[in-house]
């Protein structure tokens, strides 16, 4: 995990995040991936220095950031796990598989566990609909879970 | 009258010449190409349900509750986003349609108050109104859903909500931040009106929606507080806002106004138009209309919402008189007050002299009552002692521009800048003193138009959201000339001038004489660099794209005037006009952002000491006969006293009483301990006004005045247009300004019977040639006309120099730089140069009243970081103000935004007088101060001045009123 940097650091890294990439083509999403990259997730304080760096308002700002669910306003923990709620995956169980991840890692949707090491989510469709139910974990996607391949994932991310 | 409601047609009007014929519901309706069928249809009297759209806008498409059926097409197309076609065959109305927009006013519903059973806001909003029109019945989707609507805590404690407690997960809280409207985020239905009027209308883009789905909604810059936010109040929001999300407090809390009364905003020189809606003899509400021709719609927070300084306890409504100006006030009547007045000035004058009584007219008034202030002057007077605020603004874009191009005024109407393509914007401020007009310019901007702005601070149109200057020339305060000159030269030497223009419309022969010398090296940008501090290569750059950019406009406002070369310079950026051909079209000229909402009236009246009404020299006989002969009179010839020359004179003792309406003086003229001694050393001082203001704290007699809410009249504004303003309450101290100067006029023996401003505004065009064709009855059919308005132009001019010229052939002045005498030096080694904020206005006697002060309690000293960090200077700290005058203290804002060297602070709150630490140095034409530059510096301090303290103590010692006295 990367050590958190204090505000005045923060501001300074985004400046220059904002400097490199201002002369792309639309740089405000790249430009967030950056950030989220670097600091794990987008900090309230650094959308006023993109809002200044690219001469939009801090409401233009916000209202993308808001806009896409994955642009966190806090770090996420250790390891990611997100779970496909759409209609395939609703009706090949998605949601017994949800209940039993709930319960299992003792959180709900959009929390992370107490000791930093997984972060649980909701997604709308990971594009796997033949292999429902799926799910993914730090960008790997999972086909086909079932109680095994969720004791393994429990197992993977309390690591 | 009951309350106007303006037609909205849903989108804008198309300006595309071909027309279209289609069918809308039977009816034949004929519109320009590139209308929509929403617009088509509101023109053809069919309106179409909507809530995304209005035509302050482009549509949207997001609400879908204007859909039509079009034959021989597919679905119900949205109507605000269809384009008319030849032929079109339309249906509003059919049982699909209505099925389809009752399902969607039904999901609307099932998130929003109504959906309660609550009755919403004001309950006359749009939304309402189209719930009624769609004809909802029933809420089959019930409230008990994830909802905005009702706070977690009322659900549990109240029950007002049905169901349970957690389903009022997306509630937020009312913010009552702003002082002038709620935001209700469980009315808002997510139609993106507030934002696009934010972004499209103010430029401001101060609003988002923020989230997505279920949980978005309307939030100000990162979910803030709307005061805190980048909100600057304009108002376009709320007059957007469909439904009582976003809603005026007066009208929620005092209930919907009854009627309305069409008129001018009595703040800047932008002359906006207003509904001043009413209930009672209250005013609710000032709503932008839609017909004004200089506003189209919009507004700015001071004439859309500080206007309650007209009710605020502070103003006096009795006349009151007292012997000295130590004694307590004595309430009196207007008759007592107007025969002491009477007999103090005749008393004067026989002792003292004709010329020892004079008048200042105001810019705040209407023109009918400016020229009986000049005409009771120079009827009644005798003399010519008349002057006006415009002394310490505009007076060098009166004397420059008429040198050069024959006229006193802008060359342009605001429209004119939908074609520009370069502005050149040099000593204003828009965003700040002319907002609406600021408004304009950003949008023409985010259009593609480029910008140069030369001011020695980095002003919102240097760079702010959306908009960024092509060249920012942050030129030390004092070198306007140098700048203007240096640019010239670039323009010559690189042979970028119009040369065809020149020889048709101008003198050749005054052309190669100036040509020969800004050619001279002495202006060449490098030199040029050395005095204003600014980097050569960006002179060059930023002349060649004026000069070569297509249409180019050149805007100023005070901060080209208030120098000692103001009038210099303002002929300095007239010849460069000439030069490039930018004069006589659409898009071009050299327009003046006039300060107050009718300095250019002011000005047009005659209230300057040579000049009659119309800029016509006292000394011209024939001109005089005019008034001779209708006056009955004779007329003095010779030019009466400036301001400045009244107060020396008085304190010479020759100049003994003065009738001031509606300026206050002693906080707007320079060098404030000056003009203090010379009220004091006069024997009779008349203050005419709203409030006792600071001039007041001198005055033997005050007479009170009526704000533009109570008189009839009109205004002209910086485009010349005269606007009219129309009674919306009664005189609240009996008399509208006009009357009372007709009855101090009848006091003194004159045979004055005007009953109406009309009649004033008949001898006004009787007697002027360039308002000849002014009548009330010509303003109230045309909403508005320009001057020169007479049998060549009936109805006006909008864009003067039109195929010619005014003065003949247009004259190009030399314009030598001279440095102005007030230096810096190792005592006073900073520049301070002075200027507005956006929510306060001039001296503040109005906005102070205000709930403005939310955004500005106090004035400021932006300084440096550099020079904050070498005195020791934190950001909010009290700091000593010192010049070669005087001193007073303030608060340190430390930024960027001004450069090295130079400091800048606003002049709005008496308590500060920036004014005191101004120096007497003046334009060399036209007496105007040098407001804009003063060497000065700054220390840090523990709190006031000793003038400051001196002030308070006579302040409150002044302003007794002796109470009991108080005639019942």
């Given at each position: ?33 950056s ?24 409401a ?74 799926a ?25 | ?11 804008p ?6 027309q ?20 088509a ?40 986003t ?9 249906h ?17 519903v ?12 004001t ?47 997306d509630y ?53 507080d ?5 909100c ?8 957007a ?15 919907m ?19 001043a ?27 859309r919402?500080?206007y ?12 009151m ?36 009584i ?35 603004c ?45 408004s ?7 259009e ?47 042979k ?14 005054a ?17 040029t ?11 060059r ?6 000069a070569a ?19 210099t310079?303002?002929m ?31 000005c ?7 000049e009659?009404p ?9 001109v ?34 003065i ?9 707007s ?38 704000t533009f ?39 003194l ?15 006004i ?14 303003l ?24 010619g ?5 247009g ?17 006073f080694p ?95 034409a036209t ?11 700054i ?11 001196e ?18």
């Open positions: 995990m990367k050590m958190q940097p204090s505000g005045i650091d923060i501001a300074a890294r985004a400046a220059s995040i904002v400097n490199e990439m201002r002369g792309m083509e639309g740089p405000l999403l790249p430009i967030l991936h950030i989220q990259e670097e600091f794990g997730h987008v900090p309230q304080e650094v959308l006023p220095v993109i809002a200044t760096g690219l001469n939009l308002s801090r233009d700002v916000h209202g993308v950031v808001s806009f896409y669910h994955d642009f966190r306003k806090v770090p996420a923990g250790r390891h990611v796990l997100k779970l496909c709620q759409a209609e395939s995956c609703q009706a090949m169980g998605s949601d017994a598989v949800a209940a039993a991840l709930k319960q299992k890692l003792g959180i709900g949707f959009h929390g992370t566990t107490k000791d930093g090491a997984v972060t649980l989510e909701p997604v709308y469709c990971l594009g796997l609909c033949a292999c429902s139910p799910a993914m974990l730090d960008g790997e996607v999972i086909g086909r879970l079932d109680e095994d391949s969720i004791e393994e994932i429990v197992q993977e991310v309390r690591i | 009258m009951g309350l106007i409601t303006e037609i909205d047609y849903g989108t009007e198309s300006k595309t010449g071909k279209v014929t289609l069918t809308v519901d039977g009816k034949t309706v004929t519109v320009p190409e590139g209308t929509s069928i929403m617009r249809a509101m023109e053809g009297g069919v309106e179409i349900p909507k809530l995304c759209a209005t035509d302050m806008l482009d549509s949207f498409g997001s609400c879908r509750v204007c859909l039509v059926e079009i034959e021989g097409r597919n679905g119900t197309p949205a109507s605000c269809t384009q008319v076609g030849e032929g079109m065959v339309v509003t109305v059919s049982e699909r349609l209505d099925t389809i927009r009752r399902g969607v006013m039904e999901l609307y099932s998130d929003h108050p109504t959906g309660w059973g609550e009755n919403a806001g309950g006359a909003s749009e939304f309402d109104r189209m719930a009624e029109k769609i004809g909802l019945s029933e809420n089959r989707f019930g409230v008990e859903g994830r909802n905005h609507v009702v706070a977690e805590d009322a659900a549990a404690g109240g029950g007002v909500a049905p169901g349970e407690g957690a389903l009022t997960i937020m809280v009312k913010d009552e931040s702003n002082p002038y409207f709620t935001y209700d985020p469980s009315q808002c239905i997510v139609c993106s009106r507030c934002v696009r009027a934010c972004a499209d209308v103010q430029g401001t883009f101060a609003l988002t929606i923020e989230g997505r789905g279920f949980e978005s909604r309307m939030v100000a810059s990162m979910n803030e709307f005061v805190d936010s980048e600057v109040s304009c108002g376009a929001c709320v007059q806002c469909p439904t009582d999300a976003l809603r005026e407090k007066a009208v929620l809390e005092k209930g106004p009854e009627r309305s009364v069409v008129t001018t905003c009595a703040y800047c020189g932008v002359g906006c138009n207003f509904k809606e009413v209930k009672g003899d209250e005013v609710i509400r000032m709503m932008p209309y839609k017909d004004g021709k200089s506003n189209h719609g919009h507004s700015c927070v001071k004439g919402f500080a309650g300084y007209a009710t605020h306890s502070d103003r006096i409504l009795s006349p008189l007292r012997e000295k100006i130590t004694d307590p006030w004595r309430e009196v009547t207007w008759e007592e007050a107007l025969a002491h007045t009477a007999k103090e000035f005749r008393r004067i004058q026989h002792q003292y002299g004709r010329g020892s004079g008048g200042i007219t105001s810019s705040r008034c209407t023109d009918e009552e400016t020229y009986l202030v000049q005409k009771l002057v120079r009827q009644g007077f005798g003399n010519n002692n008349v002057d006006t605020c415009a002394r310490v505009h007076s060098p874009t009166g004397y420059g521009l008429n040198t050069t191009l024959g006229t006193s005024a802008g060359t342009q109407d605001f429209d004119s800048v939908e074609e520009t393509d370069v502005m050149l914007l040099i000593g204003a401020n828009p965003t700040d003193a002319h907002p609406v007009f600021a304009r310019m950003k949008k023409r901007l985010r593609g138009a480029r910008i140069i702005v030369i001011d020695p601070r980095r002003t919102d149109l240097v760079r702010s959201p959306h908009i960024e200057a092509a060249y920012h020339l942050p030129i030390k305060p004092g070198t306007n000339v140098a700048i203007l000159t240096g640019l010239a030269h670039v323009i010559v030497t690189e970028l001038y119009d040369e065809a223009y020149i020889r048709s419309y101008c003198e050749w022969d052309f190669e004489d100036w040509a020969e010398f800004v050619s001279d090296p002495r202006y060449s940008p490098e030199e660099a050395k005095v204003c501090g600014v980097d050569a290569e960006t002179i750059q930023a002349a060649r794209l004026y950019g297509g249409n180019g406009a050149i805007f100023y406002g005070l901060g080209v005037t208030e120098h000692s070369q103001g009038s310079a303002v300095g950026l007239a010849n460069l006009a000439m030069a490039t051909g930018n004069i006589g079209r659409n898009g071009v000229g050299v327009n003046p952002l006039r300060g107050q909402n009718n300095v250019q009236g002011s047009d009246m005659g209230s300057f000491p040579h009659f119309g800029y016509r020299h006292v000394a011209t006989d024939s005089r006969k005019i008034y001779e002969d209708l006056w009955g009179v004779a007329l003095d010839k010779e030019p009466g006293l400036r301001i400045p020359n009244m107060l020396d004179a008085a304190v010479d003792g020759t100049f003994r009483g009738y001031i309406q509606g300026e206050d003086i002693l906080q003229d320079p060098d404030t301990t000056h003009v203090a001694a010379g009220l004091a050393a006069m024997e009779c001082v008349v203050v005419h006004d709203l409030f006792l203001n600071e001039t007041a704290r001198y005055a033997h007699v005050f007479l009170p005045g009526s809410l109570e008189k009839d009249g009109t205004f002209i504004n910086a485009e010349r247009r005269i606007n009219l303003v129309h009674k919306v309450i009664e005189p609240k101290a009996r008399y509208a300004d006009w009357e009372a100067t007709q009855e101090l006029a009848r006091a023996g004159l045979d004055w019977n005007y009953t109406h401003p009309s009649e004033i505004m008949d001898e065009a009787a007697t002027t040639p360039t308002f000849s064709g002014v009548t009330f009855d010509l109230e059919r045309e909403g508005s006309v320009q001057w020169p308005c007479n049998e060549k132009a009936p109805l006006g001019t909008p864009v003067m120099h039109i195929n010229i005014v003065r003949g052939k004259n190009f002045v030399r314009t030598e730089y001279v440095a102005t005498d007030e230096k810096v030096g190792p005592r900073l520049l301070l140069t002075t200027g507005r904020i956006l929510s306060q206005y001039n001296v503040g006697a109005q906005t102070r009243r205000t709930g403005n002060v939310a955004w500005h309690a106090e004035d400021m000293l932006e300084i440096h970081p550099h020079d904050a960090e070498d005195r020791g200077i934190r950001n909010g700290d009290w700091v000593r103000l010192s010049s070669r005058s005087n001193e007073t203290t303030l608060r340190a804002l430390v930024t960027d935004r001004v450069a090295p060297g130079v400091v800048y602070t606003t002049f709005h709150h008496p308590e500060t007088q920036a004014n005191v630490v101004t120096t007497d140095y003046t334009d060399w007496s105007c101060p040098e407001f804009k530059v003063t060497a000065v510096q220390a840090p301090s523990n709190g006031p001045s000793e003038w400051q303290r002030y308070d103590e006579l302040t409150a010692m002044s302003r007794r009123i002796a109470r009991v006295e108080a005639a019942e």
